[in-house]
């Protein structure tokens, strides 16, 4: 028992095998092999149209690859129950997307879909992390863009993930907001020590949340490594 | 003034319609003194519609000499048709023609099986055909708003319902207040109808009677019966209609596959696994 959970700790915590993606005869990801470690912090960069948010949303199966495969903790992601597949590798994206009514209501949606009822000192804890404390019964549509984001993070860390999925969180917010939401998303990162890949165009950003780098181009695996020896080579 | 030139019968039918015709086409041509050029629509749907009923009245005509179980067959004609229909109209949701025939067939089929057994419409062809293809097509009607509705509304909520599918949700979650929408849209024509009832207008069905000669009282109260069916049917078109659909816009791995300009499925993102 105890040599099994040596070896799983050992394996990466998500592995892509030949990933792959077309639509319409399109090739957007293709032949991407990677492994990510436990802990690490990667920053997936490349051009518009490299394929950064394909290649996310096919790491928690939003999208179907069309050819090879990711492996969760060493099992491969198709034997996975999807919905259990998704709790387990959460997602925050470009935009926040929160659902109609409170800022409560969105923590807790992710938990009550598997039956569960956050408790009310649960819920101020998350918004207490994304700096959002006394936020519960406020209506969303009376957010501002960073706060909607911050809420939208708050939401996916309520489902407990063991990997975060970052797509370009920032993209559509000021720089000012951007800089504050970063450090946040820094801060619950790295602090939490959660397994993390972060979309982003900017390299600056890349180096300042990430530890390791992947860059792509057109859709192909380019550079995988530390920060420094990607971006910086 | 007709019926001093034309006897009743055929003759009497052609030249009502040929004076309707013409009145629908001054319709169009006065259109084109303000540039909105209608002429040639409104000619092709009114010999189009004119063709059909025609073609249907002499069909019927036949119909009504044989046995019973004819109105089984036409009804079920009318209802492959309606599916025909509906998913023209709701063109690039996968699947639609099989969604909006099992719709109407369910719907429809339901009411008219249910009412002829009460005994409310009479199994009598004459009654059962035609008060059984205004089910049909206000189902089709009823199937096809709910379908266009359904399909605007997911792709206008795309990224919400990928959130919601993100944070582990069942795809019938995900699409849940939409598919209420969608029912309610597609019912929005018949409650109106149930609301304008007599005051607005006085329906086919009732005006037919009247003419015909029955008590008022007794034509207004079976219109009252046929509305109040139609929207039975209805409803349950647009309910079943909408269900069917909620799964055909997902792939088996439970990825939204309903998206605008429906790329996804060219794409082999029909859940089937890569090898």
Redesign the interface.
Known sequence: MTGENDSRASEPILRTKDL?????GTRLVEGVTIAIERRQVVAIVGPSGAGKSSLLRLL??????????VYLDGHDY?ELE???L??RV??V?Q?A???PGTVERNIR??PR??GEELAEADVEELLARVELAGYARRDVSRLSGGEAQRV?IA??LA?SPEVLLLDEPTSSLDAQTEREVEDLMCEIVHGQGLTCLIVTHDIAQAHRLASHALLLQDGRLVGFGPVEEVLDA | MLDQYFEEGLSLGLAQAAITLVAALAVALLARRWEIHLERETLVALVRGLVQVVAVGSILLLVFQGPGWLSVIVLAAMMLAAGGIAARRARGIPGAFWVSLQGIVFGAGTVILLMTWTGVIDSEMQALIPVGSMLIANSMNTGALALDRFRAEVEAHS??I?????????PA?TVAPYVQESVQAGLIPRVDTLRSLGIVWIPGIMAGMILSGSDPVYAAVYQFAVIAMIYAAAGLTAVATTLLIRFRAF?P????ILRPGH??M????T????Q
Request: net charge positive.
């Open positions: 792959g993606r077309a639509v319409n928690n199966r939003l999208d179907e690859p069309t050819s090879g495969t198709r999807p919905q259990a998704r709790r959460g997602m994206m935009t997307n929160l659902f949606f992710g879909q598997r939208s939401r996916t489902n | 990224g919400q990928d959130a919601a599918l993100a944070l582990g949700a069942d979650v792939s791995a439970q990825q939204l790329e996804a060219a794409a082999g993102e859940g089937q696994v890569a």
